[in-house]
């Protein structure tokens, strides 16, 4: 709504304005648009593929449905003088098409700049919280009480096909609403989390072009080649001598009026302070985020034992290992995937749960699938078990291990240094070494 030169954007069924501008521009425009075409287009109907760092528009799912914004359409060569040229610039943009990937979010950086960057960031951080915090928390809960209280990983010995089976997860395997609802509400909370990482590396790209474009104007040299014989000293003094008169702020202070210089100082300042230089826009998002899941569901009661929990199923990467099983089934010839379906940000949303609550070590030490995985490896059984193949099941679980291992790399690269910074104590808990059963009795 425009309304005297402002521009508001309204949530429907929200009485309050989320977004308010004093003056109309198309910047701002785009920011007020941006949050509500990613919430009806970037976090539902599309998968995101974060190998290649893409959103890929696949054919449209059973189901899914969005609202678009329907804008007053133009003939192109009103733009463009002659259909030639038309003709030109629709091949060069088409290579663009059917996706959302670098060209698109630096594009997305250059228009919205900083203030439209935070606006969006703050948009989605929204939608994450009501989907962590409402929807998604009482599917976790229902799900807890469906899982069995406890769940043993089983031995070896048994060899693979009997742990594929795994008869105390029927209840999560067969609970109607997991692949519809939890799984698509889990995928917008990834697709919205990877959307945030993917703005922030295109817009720390844009920053270092800017600070090597601006370096000769701040005399910012660059490493120079010395032959053998010369001395450093003298060759950086002709390149400061070369590159003096681009020095920007002495020659408006020197020159300038003192509204000049101070535009000049200012402009100095921002062209060095970015965030690129040491700042990182993805850890804020991420305690943002962490700071959503205190409901004490995600982390479970205490351990009985004093130190972890080992065979209950009471934390949230025990469910989250179980929805990993459900999803690692090959399906039929005329079914979807889960790649199809949800792509990469399932497991985003799955893995950065699990690394904001603390969790990622005890899911790779007490993962079904992973336990499965290795006792295949081991025997290399290859039969059928309830019209699953074991060895395709064994390959699925393996590409989801390789996906999950990089996005718990990016996520724990980004969280020590959080956590560096937040405590600088470690906290060391010291166990009485375990006592023999006849040595008990006796002491």
């Known amino acids: 709504m425009m309304d005297g030169g402002t521009w508001m954007w309204k949530r429907e069924g929200n009485a309050e304005p989320a977004i308010e501008f004093s003056h109309s521009s198309c910047s ?3 920011v007020v648009q941006m949050p509500l075409e990613k919430e009806n287009h970037l976090l539902y109907p599309i998968p995101m593929a974060q190998f290649v760092q893409v959103l890929v528009l696949k054919r449209r799912l059973p189901g899914v449905t969005t609202v678009s914004t329907q804008y007053s359409t133009t003939d192109s060569t009103t733009f463009r003088a002659f259909q030639p040229l038309n003709i030109a610039y629709s091949h060069i943009y088409s290579s663009y098409r059917n996706f959302v990937g670098p060209p698109h ?3 997305i950086c250059r ?4 203030q439209g960057i935070a606006v969006v960031m703050e948009e989605l951080l929204k939608i994450v919280k009501s989907l962590l915090q409402g929807t998604i928390l009482q599917y976790v809960k229902t799900l807890i009480e469906v899982m069995p209280k406890i ?5 070896h010995e048994y060899g693979s096909p009997d742990v594929s089976g795994w008869g105390s997860l029927k209840d999560i395997i067969e609970y109607a609403e997991l692949k519809t609802d939890v799984f698509q509400s889990l995928r917008e909370v990834g697709n919205a989390i990877l959307f945030c990482l993917l703005i922030e590396q295109a817009l720390s790209q844009e920053e270092v072009c800017d600070l090597l ?3 000769p104007f701040q005399n910012i040299l660059p490493r120079v080649y010395i032959k053998e014989g010369e001395r450093l ?8 001598a070369k590159y003096a008169p681009l020095h920007l702020v002495p020659l408006i202070e020197r020159l300038g009026t003192p509204q000049q210089i101070a535009i000049a100082r200012e402009g100095d300042l921002l062209t060095k302070e970015r965030l690129c230089c040491g700042l990182s826009m993805f850890e804020v998002i991420l305690t943002r985020i962490r700071s959503y899941l205190q409901d004490p569901i995600w982390r479970g009661p205490p351990p009985t034992n004093g130190v972890m929990h080992v065979d209950e199923c009471v934390e949230f990467h025990r469910l989250w290992s179980a ?11 005329n079914e979807f995937t889960a790649e199809q379906c ?6 985003w949303a799955g893995c950065s749960i699990i690394v904001l609550l603390g969790q990622q070590r005890r899911f790779d030490l007490f993962d079904f699938c992973y336990h499965l995985l290795k006792v295949q490896r081991q025997d290399g059984k290859d039969e059928i078990i309830k019209n699953v193949p074991l060895k395709k099941m064994a390959d699925r679980i393996r590409k989801y291990q390789i996906l999950n291992n990089e996005v718990f790399a990016i996520l724990n690269k980004y969280m020590k240094s959080v956590e560096t910074d937040s405590s600088t104590v470690e906290h060391v808990r010291c166990f009485q070494p375990p006592i023999h059963q006849s040595l008990a009795t006796t002491c």
């Open 28 to 30: 701002q425009f785009l």
């Open 105 to 107: 979010f630096k594009t």
């Open 151 to 155: 769940c043993r990983l089983p031995r």
């Open 342 to 347: 949800f792509g990469d940000g399932l497991n």
């Open 111 to 114: 228009l919205l700049g900083y």
């Open 323 to 333: 929805m990993q099983f459900v999803y690692c089934i090959p399906v039929g010839t």
């Open 213 to 215: 474009h601006a370096a």
């Open 233 to 240: 000293e003298v060759r950086m003094k002709r390149l400061e």
